[in-house]
């Protein structure tokens, strides 16, 4: 449940974008940008938050009427080990004890459903935390860390999975299956794709998160659009974008079914006139763009 | 044996609704309240909540009723029932500030001899800790129901009694008031009958939430509640008069005061509340059955939308908004405008600062591009959905409780939604 600081949306003074080299910050740049709002995007090699000298070059370009919005983070990919959850954790305690000095109007953080378990299929804000890997519970520690720092409005973000063309990373789910489709002209799914997700568009993350900060909204609200679909189904709408239609490939299930639902109530009552954009269409869009 | 006179503490929704019954009965009743302006107003005839049968009661039993806020009238008395409503926070915590305020009162006020009994709604302990030598206390169950209030008092289904030795005798005059209304006695310690009150309201939550549960799953797949439910009520494990009706959630307050205190003793004595906090979050959950609705089907597709809304009180034959999903809903709205009517609240209650309040259920829907059905009057089911369909500018129709005809919503154009079957 979040609240909103502002009835009526009002433009932050600036945003600052920590991780700005990151695919769903720079979503988050253009769109501010697009709304006239000034933007400071700090990543790395100007930023580096491993290193102990960020927290003086940081606190030097905050100001204390900054909105500032943390998604600086080794993903996954990077490493799911201890020493990469040591290195993440040390970025953000000099992000926020740049913080701490500097003050600011607004925080945001960037988390994970990671912070989940995998037992409730359906969640929302108040089902508790129970991260299932040291992914999920960084994102847990990085959130506490952040709701730390002295007399800041502190906002949580929770994003289910996130597609977009520009987005680099190639987990399973749209952004592999229309690289695979488009590369080898297949899709291959794990076991028979049974397990069903939340998939939401960058663009949708980026205009929530422009509200949010527009609204100076605090609390905790999960970033999703409340519909599931399955892998398989999510196949199929890829397929349908290719003339030649790809082969979808089942392979024997190395792991039982899970299934991911999120109640976006909360979501809803924060942003009711919100629309997302629908899976089906969010794949063809990125299919158009990555065509040209 | 002379009739037992009868007298009643604390001219609330309970006790007012006691009294008056006990007066249909047949008996003496003398209805205290300390609130003289309270009493002046009953005096007057003026009461302060609707029930069915009520006003009339209070007309035709008015020379056994007599209204006081003089403690000394309560001498006259031979059985004394306390029965303030006990007011709960947003939490659903209990206020015993005022029902232990009273007692004392009518403890001060009462003849030794007296039976004081307790009717309002109180934790496991609290009448033990009440009881004092040389004086005669029991607590009663109550089971009123907004709504059916006096339906209920007149012809109950049982008395549960709670005593300080459910061995010895009822005092005499007690025991005829009660038998004045055949049906079952059950005395019990104080503790099981305060007890069995939660336990009574526990059941009818179990029943209501598995409807929502399987509701819902019904919306999802294809199924409908409806069939279903004439099955349930046939198997005699089930029973014909099983709360099975899905709902907005829990509301009005009484059964989400008693979830708060189940959760509540089960913290502080270590038993397992697991699943009444599951009652409690579906019950949240389908309170917002509208709003996901509405959201997918209306403020999600259209800029500024009008919303009528039919119905503010938590359930028909009311006027209490206690938890009410209407309120809830339009809580969630504040930023629409809104068109809202009730046949028995104003529309001032609403909080919304752009809901306006309208003279009728069509002038409500005049220009909206949706209608959400919130309350179960029966007068809405006589709406034509015709009428409805030429008035509203849209055709979204949210109609919870079935209270109007889908088949004919859907012949007169609406798109019409309600809960247990996919839309």
Redesign the interface.
Known sequence: MIAHAHTEPRKPARVVLLGASGFIAGAIAGRLASQGIAVLPLGRPVLDLTNPEAVAVLSGALRGDDAVVVLAALTPDKGRDGATLLKNLTMMNHACAALEKTGCAHLVYFSSDAVYGLGPARVDE?TPAAPQDLYGAMHLAREMMARAVPKAPVLILRPTLVYGTQDTHNAYGPNRFRRTAQKDGRIQLLGGGEETRDHIHVDDVAALAARCLMRGSTGTLNVATGRSVSFATLAEMVARQFPNRPEIVKTPRASPVTHRHY?I?NL??AF?????IALEEGIARCQRESLG | MKRPAIGFAGMTHLGLVSGVSAAEKGFDAVCFDPDTARVAALAGKELPVSEPQLDQLVAKNAARLKFTSTPADLKACDVIYVAPDVPTDDLGRSDLTPINDLLERVFGAARDDAAIVVLSQVPPGFTRGKQRPGRILHYQVETLIFGRAVERALQPERYIVGCADPLQPLPAPYRAFLEAHDCPILPMRYESAELAKISINMCLVASVSTANTLAELCEKTGADWSEIVPALKLDKRIGPQAYLAPGLGIAGGNLERDLVTVCRFADELGTDAGMVRAWI?NSL?RR?WA??L??DEV???I?DPVIAVLGLAYKQDTHSTKNSPSIALLS??T??RVRVFDPVVPGSVAPNPRCVGAKSELEACEGADALAVMTPWPQFARLDPRDIAGRLRGKAVFDPYGVLQGADCRAAGLAYHTLGVRS
């Open positions: 108040d109640d109530i809803v009552k009711p006139d919100y629309k997302f | 979050a959950h917002d709003l996901r509405l959201h403020l999600s597709k800029d969630a709205l930023s629409y």
